[in-house]
Each structure stands twice: as C-alpha cells, then as structure tokens.
C-alpha cells in the first residue's frame, strides 16, 4: 500500500503528513504568500526531504480554508477534499487516542468539535485565536511574530496586568481561589513594559480559549478537551490551562503532534464514507 498524503491548507501556511500502514511520519509546515503556492511548496518539500517518489503517494487528501482554491489533483496524484471538522476530529481521536472528547482547534480563530467515536459533529466556536493574538500584537507590540511574543511574554508579569481575585478580596470565593483572574488587563497602566504587554496578551487568548471550551463542554458533559493547531505550542499552555483544570475539574490534552492533527485526520479521512 502507497503512502496517504494528508494536507491542512491554510491561507499562507500548509501543514502537510504522510500516513503509511496507520503511522505518521515526518510532518512539516511550510509558510507562503498564497495557499496555492503553499500547497505545492509543500508536497515538494515533503517528497524531497522524505526521499519520496511521486509514485510512491497513493492519494493525497486535502482539508482547510485554502483547499478551496485546488480544483485538480496534486501533482497528477488522485486528489479528494474533507470537511476540516471531520480532520480536526479524526486527528485529535488519534493522537490522544480518545474515544470521547472536545477537540479545541485554535487557529486564526477557534472552533469546538464533539468527537464521539466516528461521530464528530461541529458544536461552535468563538473569534479569538492566533489571529487575535498576532493582531493585538502588531498594534500594542508593532510585531505579529508569535515566538517573539511568546519570548517577551515568559519575562512578563500577569500581576501587573490582569487584576486577580486576591487583589480585589481578602478571602477566596466560593470556587475561585487567590490566584483566578477577575478582570483582564484590568491592571494595565500606559507605562507598563512591552514583556507585560506580551504576557497579558497571551494569557487574554488562551484564557478566553479556555474558558469558552469549558462552557461549551459542560453543555454536551464533555470533561476531556483536546488541544490542537499552533497555539498549543505555546510555553505559556503549561501554566494557563493546568490552572483552569484545577478550576473546572476538566482535563485538557496536548498530544505529540497537536499542530498537525487536521493534516493527520485528513490522511486518516481516506476511504472513509
């Protein structure tokens, strides 16, 4: 059996794996100007750096926005298209190896998807993610670069941004320990530095990511919510989202390859009626 080329097309940035006998091997991310450009920039990436041949690929599945703008086959290689809900859920069920789960997909915005099983259905979303968080930046910031904010950001304080419930009373609420934010930015003065800055960024995005999932999994009694796309990769997950497990009594996943996980489920999509 050939290999499965799984590819997640975004608008500037393509996510591409190949899945051989149910196993991932070697994803890679390329970055162009447009989505077309990208696609293609990265099959041929893929297949050199792979030491792949042309006709080594079995089929190549696509998914994302920018999958819109491909109407032929790649390459000459038979070529079909997913729903992204369905990649995102497929991906998400495989590297956590969770049957039951929310899976969080923090893109340019973010989306929530129930995967029961082989069910995965759409259950909503909100307009905060990476492009919130490359937007606020390049005004407040002026860069859009998410390591650089990222760097900054781990040499900031939260303190002197956010207002916390220990700031506002001398004794934890019900639920709401010392520590829980109360307000965002609330603490923010106009001299605050640019690592603050980037801190309280940051910590804004992925608390309303957060936040959001809980409530949209206690709707469906989802406890298990597993994170994916690129803002997973940030060092600031590891503190953020611990703290609201401990809050809500919830568990969220971070797998292998969260990043990769809508190309992976669109390789894992093949075949699949």
Known sequence: ???????????STTKIVGLRDGRVSAPIRITAADPVTSLYGAFGKYLHDNNIKLSDVQHVMLTGVGAAYVQNDVYGVSTTKTDEFIADGLGARYESGLERAMVVSMGTGTSFVMCEGDNMRHIGGIGIGGGTLQGLSRIMLNTSDIKQVSALAMQGDIKHINLLIGD????????????????????????????????GIISMVLQSIGSAAVLAAQGIDCRDMVLIGNLSLLPQCKDIFPALEKLYDVRFHIPKYSQFCTAIGAALAYGRK
């Open 1 to 11: 059996m050939g290999i499965i080329i799984g590819i997640d097309v975004g608008i």
């Open 168 to 199: 506002i009373s001398a004794h934890p609420l019900p639920g709401l320990p010392m520590e829980a934010t109360a307000s965002i930015f609330a603490r923010a003065q106009n001299d605050a530095s640019k690592e603050d800055i980037a801190c």
